[in-house]
């Protein structure tokens, strides 16, 4: 291939999966990925078809950033070349308003009751699907009568906070979060981030909501690097001055999380900063011990592992998604967010949890989604969830377990099928177990899981905050 094809970084990388074969068969099910790649370099060993420049672009739009692939490397190269290909060729109308999910939201919400009425017309609904690249077996979500953000302005959770120095804040007993609600809970499903909020205050912690952008998320899977960057620029900007006034930064989405605390930071440690802020030698790259690739160095107490720049210098480089901003801002941004979840879970460890919770009858069962899953938080949910009597949880779905959704790749309809046969797996564990109801802390699992079953799916954050209105037998504060 041409080394100056945009496509050549796909390539790269499906090449290099060719040569290691590891995920054949352990990445089969759950990623729509790799079934694709292997089927592409038999073809092309076995019956000498090439492959095509068109091949790689199916294969890159496939890639949805879970995380569960074992190599960092090939999920960035496939998204990396993408990028490279919308930049010489453009972006697609109907992939631009689906990633844009901010935009869509802000829209829908400025006329929620119209914009509902008109999409209640099958015509209108299948218009709108087709212009958009939907698939017409998927609906369309209802927009709410009130964004997020708009209920947080009203209840003054945005007002303006004049900072104070971090050490007068972190002397005060009472926690303080900032709270990034996200495109989805912040217009599609307001009653998770109202709920997030209510279960916070129902913990004597303060929240503030502060000025947010989308992630970044939607825009960096579909290659558009320019929006992607500019988004996590300024949030990057407004969550440090949090952090530097004492607030500890939360999330609800793990998408959001997964961005910040793994994506975010990767590769920053390579950096010309951040080698001279730990005084590495003028030849030597000094690698952070909490590498798995070092877990014998580790198992030693090293706190870093020296090696020699000359030969691992253009191996071993901030190259990554997010390298053209700081590296040290990106790196003290992922140290600082905290999942919701595993922020409340810290509380109740250290018993600072509010635990008055009013009883819910029901079998649930909760599944912990991917992005959750990779940020190294284990599950915290199930543990706090396991606090309200009389209500019944299990776990259901293994580490490789996928509900096939992969933010909004299942709504097109060049995947919709696709997107059926990873989740079905999972579908399947969850009928088996015959649940009342579903639990899962990711929103675009919520609507895959009821695109499919019959069944309510609840953020943890809903149930919290419904056992605690409960318990105490009282309305929101905010009401």
């Known amino acids: 291939m041409n080394p100056d094809a945009p496509e050549k970084r796909i390539r790269d990388a499906l090449d290099a999966c060719a040569d290691c074969d590891t995920c054949r068969f352990l990445m089969d099910e759950s990623c729509p990925v790799f079934p694709k790649l292997y089927g592409l370099y038999d073809r092309e060993r076995e019956e000498g078809c090439p492959v095509l420049a068109k091949d790689l672009r199916e294969l890159s739009d496939r890639c949805t950033l879970c995380g569960l692939c074992p190599c960092p490397n090939i999920r960035e190269d496939l998204i990396q070349g993408k990028t490279a290909v919308v930049r010489k060729k453009g972006m697609p109308l109907s992939i631009r308003l689906l990633a844009d999910v901010q935009r869509f939201g802000r829209w829908g919400t400025k006329m929620p009751k119209l914009y509902n009425r008109i999409l209640s017309i099958p015509f209108f609904a299948g218009l709108a699907k087709r212009i958009a690249g939907i698939h017409q077996d998927r609906s369309l979500p209802q927009m709410p009568a009130q964004s997020f953000f708009a209920w947080a302005q009203n209840q003054g959770l945005d007002r303006t906070i004049e900072l104070k120095s971090s050490g007068d804040l972190k002397s005060s007993e009472k926690p303080k979060a900032a709270y990034f609600a996200g495109c989805t809970a912040g217009y599609l499903f307001p009653e998770v981030a109202k709920a997030a909020v209510e279960v916070m205050l129902r913990n004597n912690i303060t929240v503030h909501v502060p000025p947010q952008q989308c992630c970044g998320m939607p825009t960096l899977l579909e290659g558009d690097d320019t929006t992607s960057l500019e988004w996590a620029g300024f949030n990057l900007d407004n969550l440090l001055k949090m952090i530097e006034s004492g607030f500890d930064i939360v999330c609800s989405c793990p998408t959001c999380g997964f961005l910040f605390t793994v994506l975010l930071s990767e590769k920053a440690a390579y950096s010309r900063d951040y080698q001279e802020s730990i005084g590495a030698g003028p030849d030597e790259i000094r690698v952070p011990g909490t590498s798995p690739a070092f877990s014998k160095e580790l198992s030693k107490g090293a706190a870093f592992i020296s090696l020699r720049k000359s030969l691992y210098r253009n191996i071993l480089k901030d190259d990554g998604f997010f ?84 933010g909004s790749l299942g709504l097109k309809k060049g995947f919709h099928r696709e997107s059926l046969r990873i989740g079905e797996p999972l579908i399947e564990k969850i009928r088996r177990t015959d649940p009342e109801a579903i639990i899962t802390d990711c929103l675009s699992c919520r609507l895959q899981f009821t695109h499919l079953l019959p069944l309510p799916v609840y953020h943890p954050l809903e149930l919290l905050f419904q056992s605690y209105t409960a318990f105490f037998e009282i309305s929101s504060p905010f009401d």
């Open 323 to 406: 390298s053209s901003l700081p590296p040290l801002a990106r790196m003290e941004l992922s140290t600082h967010v905290s999942d919701l979840g595993a922020y409340l879970d810290r509380l109740h460890r250290k018993g600072r949890l509010n635990t008055d919770f009013g009883p819910i009858q029901g079998r649930y069962v909760y599944f912990a989604p991917c992005h959750q899953r990779e940020q190294g938080i284990k599950s915290p949910y199930p543990n706090l969830l396991a606090q309200i009597p009389a209500l019944s949880v299990r776990s259901v779905g293994g580490s490789l377990d996928c509900c096939g959704m992969g």
